[in-house]
């Protein structure tokens, strides 16, 4: 099985990610990583760190002429405002002594871990809390868990997502797009995020981009914010990773939390979870039937997991994320100095990091297949998996 640590703060030196588990004999270079890096900076509403910060990786360990190793793989993403020396960024994160005389941060911002932060901590500055809550991690994240996106290639798994709407503008329903969706990822579901990284804000129809678009300039000359909701899918699935046997190795409770784990996300759905707390069983439940000499479902309402197992249908799941908390708009806040009530003070931000965060969402979903995958067919190399894989490819078919 595979796990991953990351570390860094947003504006340190750089953020650090360590990779251990991972198979021996993976194809593995940068740029598997990088064009997944990129993804997640693009989109509209996004603020103006995006203009200068290009992150790429760097392998320290665990990647051999561009092959893993088996050993822990080591990443590096330089932080650009950093080592450019913006703002100050060198004497205000300084591991050192030497950034004593900084000033700190005392007005805690609504919807952030400032608060929270400081009174858990004990800090008298908010600025170690805002560094590392900060989704800037998220670039980290999604270096690593691309490496278990690589894996999952080799056996023909695909993770794609597109984004369902921002602020009220886009899909209302499931039903809307499902078809659509459902036949892109007939090729697989990368073919499904290709397609919604044409539009900006990575909605698949062009006049509700459009729409969604619109909205988001309208948020950003009101000076406020905005969330929204992405679906993720995952193709090529096979039946039986994850297990109903101990609460902590169900599928679809691995899936939620990794959804939960990226900041600013507040629900999670798997299939049409939420419909099917209104609709009468009759309706929700997936009828069984033998294609092929295949076990299949003629509907997918479980979003391909039951019981807390794959069950061989693409897995279909729904992440919805708040408003991003920093705005031009004041809120009510309390210096923690001061005791003062007053409003909070603007900083660089995103308008809606929606269609980021569906990428990033990608990426952990990612991470969980692959590991759940490892933990049904063990093996120290990818030839090992490999046998072993096509070993149950056969087995499950019924
Ligand atoms: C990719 C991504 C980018 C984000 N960018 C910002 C941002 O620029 N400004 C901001 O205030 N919040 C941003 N957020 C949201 C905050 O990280 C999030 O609201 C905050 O951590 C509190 O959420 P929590 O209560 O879930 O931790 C972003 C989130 C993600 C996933």
Known sequence: MIRYLTAGESHGEALVGIVEGMPAGLELVTEDIDVHLARRWRGVGRGGRSKFETDNVHFYSGVRFSKTIGSPIAIRIDNAAYLKDRSGWSVIMATDGSGG????????????????????YRFDDIRPVIERASARETAVRVACCSVARKLLKVFGIEVGSHVIQIGG????????????????????????????????????????????????????????????????????VPVGLGSYVQWDRRLDGQLAQAILSIQGQKAVEIGDGLMSAREPGSAIHDPIIRKD?????????????????????????RGYMKPIPTMIKPLESVDIVTLKQQTTRYERSDVTSVPAA???????????????????????SIDEIQERFDRLSTTVSG
């Open 293 to 317: 000499g295949i076990f299949s479902r003629t509907q997918n309402r479980a979003g391909g997991v039951e019981g807390g197992i794959s069950n061989g249908m693409p897995i279909v799941i």
């Open 101 to 120: 005389g900084v000033e700190a941060i005392t007005m805690p911002r609504p919807g952030h871990a400032d608060l929270a932060g400081v009174q858990k």
């Open 169 to 236: 503008v886009g899909w209302d329903t499931p039903q809307e797009y499902r078809g659509m969706v459902d036949s892109i990822c007939e090729q697989g579901a990368e073919q499904l995020y290709k397609r919604a990284d044409r539009s900006g804000v990575r909605i698949l129809d062009d006049q509700l981009s459009e729409r969604c678009i619109e909205r988001i300039k309208k948020a950003k000359s009101d000076g406020d914010s905005l969330g929204g909701s992405y679906e993720v899918v995952v193709t090529g």
């Open 358 to 380: 569906s990428t990033v969402a990608e990426a952990t979903i990612a991470f969980v297949i692959a590991n759940a995958l490892l933990e049904k067919l063990g093996g120290d």
